[in-house]
């Protein structure tokens, strides 16, 4: 089915760790875009790429680094992974057609 | 960022009433996105509006794009336990950046 695919999907980690939130989108869509949801607070943008080879930083983009791979991944770092980083990971991207995001289904990161 | 006020946090309601749901900044947007969400899932689009004044419908959902291009609104007309969740405003500037109001969270009472 087409859409976002996000890996993995719940992940424990020790504080200082590293990993990796892998997204990938089969929508040919340009435009795709990382989210954090924490309670209360909605979904704020931590990094986006508009296209290919490009990379912004949205509201919250401290601790975090992007890689656009390709047209279809795009993936979030956390090189030392902090408590403060506990929360839902959303990756999106953007079609004209559709006229907003399509997400993905989260990646749920406790850092203990 | 941008501020978005969405009210109510929260609402407890009957099934089969009608739902009132609305989002307002202090910013001008383009474009004015509704989304829900379920348990465990990412949001999904429920309707989108371009134009200011424009009334759009999907369903039992009727969405407005406010005059003053500021706010919008949702409806839900004669709700049903599906219609459980969160639902999101999102409001866009310019570009393909979305701002995300906080969400209210619908519990549907059978």
């Known amino acids: 089915n087409a859409g976002v695919t996000q890996t993995p999907k719940f992940q424990v980690l020790k504080t200082g760790q590293s990993m990796t939130l892998q997204c990938a989108q089969d929508m040919n869509h340009n435009s795709m875009y990382w989210y954090r949801q924490d309670p209360g607070m909605g979904l704020r943008l931590i990094y986006y790429s508009a296209s290919e080879g490009t990379t912004d930083k949205g509201e919250v983009p401290n601790g975090y680094n992007v890689s656009r791979l390709n047209k279809r991944e795009f993936s979030l770092r956390l090189e030392s992974a902090a408590p403060s980083q506990t929360s839902v990971y959303f990756c999106a991207s953007i079609s004209k057609e559709v006229g907003g995001y399509t997400f993905g289904s989260g990646t749920r990161l406790t850092v203990v | 960022g941008q501020q978005l006020n969405q009210s109510p946090q929260s609402m407890f309601i009957q099934e089969g009433e009608d739902v009132s749901m609305n989002c307002t900044s202090s910013?001008?947007?383009?474009?004015w996105l509704w989304y829900k969400q379920d348990p465990g899932e990412g949001p999904v689009l429920l309707i989108a509006?371009?134009?200011?004044?424009e009334l759009t419908s999907n369903g039992r959902l009727t969405a407005q794009f406010g005059i003053t291009r500021k706010d919008s609104f949702l409806n839900i007309s004669a709700s049903i336990p599906s219609d459980v969740g969160i639902y999101f405003c999102?409001?866009?500037?310019?570009?393909?950046?979305?701002?995300f109001g906080t969400g209210t969270s619908l519990t549907v009472i059978p």
């Open positions: 509006l371009y134009k200011a004044g």
């Open positions: 999102a409001g866009q500037l310019t570009g393909n950046q979305f701002y």
């Open positions: 910013s001008i947007f383009n474009t």
